[in-house]
């Protein structure tokens, strides 16, 4: 009876072991498996190509190029130019109402020399002297609305020829001279000749008429603009410029200016 039971404790035991045995078996296989799958997916997914950047990304677009700070100044130079001209006898303008030509628009017109320029529908012209283009545009848009519905107005300037200037003294080539464009003093004495051997070129004298007929003076050095130490000056309208030097000093000449006014207003001008 006692070896029936020992028996039957051995073979519980035995089978007990056993079940424990291929449980553990069991789970080793499992994470082998699960490592393996795991193993496999991280392969599949090293395997799988990545996607190209995409076109809408900014990183990857060209920078374009700035455009040059010189440019800018150029354009924003001239257009001012032209915006700040007052008009007068001799410059050469086009008046263009869009959709309205050759009927209303007249090209190429020569100021005359009472700056009133003749155009269709407007019986008395238009007096165009002292004002830039764009207020000749704004009048003659005012007028014509009596007579066109909506008229869209454009006044250009195709070549200016009434503001001059002068450059006199110690210089190779002196004389007056049209301002077609914004002149500087040194450019001006350039296209003069240059200044002479007795000219001093640490005195240049720019001379303006102010608003109210008087003469204002102001003394730049050319010496100092080409050594990049003085800003560049810009004439005005109606402008001199003297290069003092040996025998012809700032003082000799506005007398000899005062003079010539004096005997304009006298006799008159035969120019």
């Known amino acids: 009876m006692k070896l029936l039971v020992f028996l039957r404790t051995t073979f519980l035991i035995a089978a007990a ?13 499992a994470g082998k498996a699960k490592e393996g799958k795991k193993g496999s997916a991280a392969k599949g997914a090293a395997k799988v190509p990545l996607p190209a950047p995409s ?24 257009d001012n130019y032209l915006k700040e001209y007052r008009l ?46 764009e207020q000749v545009a704004v009048e003659v848009t005012a007028k014509l609305d009596e007579f066109i519905i909506d008229p869209k ?16 003294g110690n210089v190779a080539a002196p004389g007056v001279r049209i301002m077609d464009r914004k002149v500087s003093v040194y450019e001006a004495i350039l296209e003069s000749g240059g200044v ?18 008087k003469l204002s003076r102001q003394t730049v050095s ?9 800003e560049m000056v810009f004439l005005s309208p109606g ?22 006014s004096a005997a304009r207003t006298l006799f008159g001008s035969p120019f």
Do not use: W
């Open 153 to 168: 107005v454009s006044v250009t300037l195709e070549k200016a020829m009434s503001t001059r200037y002068a450059v006199m």
């Open 88 to 133: 007068g006898p001799s410059d050469i303008i086009s008046v263009e109402v869009f959709g309205q030509c050759p009927e209303y628009c007249i090209l190429s017109k020569p100021v005359p020399p009472n700056a009133r320029i003749s155009y269709p529908l407007i019986r008395e012209g238009i007096l165009v002297a002292g004002k830039t283009v």
């Open 55 to 78: 076109s809408d990304s900014t990183d990857d677009l060209p920078v374009p190029a700035e455009t040059p700070a010189g440019d800018d100044t150029v354009l924003k130079y001239y």
């Open 17 to 29: 072991l056993a079940l424990t045995a291929t449980v553990s078996v069991g789970q080793a296989t």
């Open 196 to 213: 002479t051997r007795d000219g001093n070129r640490d005195k240049v004298y720019i001379i303006s008429y102010s608003k109210d007929g």
């Open 239 to 260: 402008d001199q410029v003297f290069v003092e030097g040996k025998g012809f000093t700032i003082g000799k000449f506005l007398s000899a200016l005062g003079q010539a």
């Open 222 to 230: 050319l010496k100092q603009m080409e050594a990049g130490k003085a």
